[in-house]
T-cell receptor
Framework: AQTVTQSQPEMSVQEAETVTLSCTYD???????LFWYKQPPSRQMILVIR??????QNATENRFSVNFQKAAKSFSLKISDSQLGDAAMYFC?????????FGSGTKLNVKP | EPEVTQTPSHQVTQMGQEVILRCVPI?????FYWYRQILGQKVEFLVS????????KSEIFDDQFSVERPDGSNFTLKIRSTKLEDSAMYFC?????????????FGSGTRLTVV
């Protein structure tokens, strides 16, 4: 069964600094997708970044980038130049073309 | 950009009452989903729906739950007799038929409070 593990329940970062959120997953499939979602207090799910497993190149979206290690089944999110607006819950998610499996989330605090 | 629309954004209901949560998926999408997130917990898959029938459901999706696409645009989740533990955020999602998951879109959620 597919599982997604986020081992950091909460993290803090100083504004303008860089922070990395960890995620590992377990699957027997060879082709799949990985995602990071941001959930602010409004509890809306906002897509941050997506990675296709068949692509070796790590995805980037402005200040957000991932470190995808397929053999290690690791998918970490790096946030550069952290901003106050980045404070939220971050969920890692896996999908094998249909339903999503989510991790338990990491609460990110950004200190001014 | 196309959106998945969910209504209401917040619903309060008494235990034992029936509730219907509504979703309008993106117009050319054919696969529909409901997820649930109990406060402080992870988002969990409830059910997927394709071609007017359930294609997969989780253990959570028991006989109290049902889904329907009544008119070709709405996609509804009905809870027949709500329990306190049904209090959660409910997310609808939809996707098209393109290869991969480009376009898999979540709605902004309905917060259900059972009192």
């Amino acid at each position: 069964a597919q599982t997604v593990t986020q081992s950091q329940p909460e993290m803090s970062v100083q504004e303008a600094e860089t922070v990395t959120l960890s995620c590992t997953y377990d699957t027997s499939e060879s082709d799949y997708y990985l995602f990071w979602y941001k959930q602010p207090p409004s509890r809306q799910m906002i897509l941050v970044i997506r990675q296709e497993a068949y692509k070796q190149q790590n995805a980037t979206e402005n200040r957000f980038s991932v470190n995808f290690q397929k053999a290690a089944k690791s998918f970490s999110l790096k946030i550069s130049d952290s901003q106050l607006g980045d404070a939220a819950m971050y969920f890692c998610a896996y999908s094998g073309f249909n339903k999503f499996y989510f991790g338990s989330g990491t609460k990110l605090n950004v200190k001014p | 950009e196309p959106e998945v629309t969910q209504t209401p954004s917040h619903q309060v209901t008494q235990m034992g009452q029936e509730v219907i949560l509504r979703c309008v998926p993106i117009s050319n999408h054919l696969y529909f989903y409901w997820y649930r997130q109990i406060l402080g917990q992870k988002v969990e898959f409830l059910v997927s729906f394709y071609n007017n029938e359930i294609s997969e459901k989780s253990e959570i999706f028991d006989d109290q739950f049902s889904v329907e696409r009544p008119d070709g645009s709405n996609f509804t989740l009905k809870i027949r007799s709500t329990k306190l533990e049904d209090s959660a955020m409910y997310f609808c999602a939809s996707r098209g038929t393109a290869q991969g998951l480009t376009g898999y879109t979540f709605g902004s959620g309905t917060r259900l409070t059972v009192v």
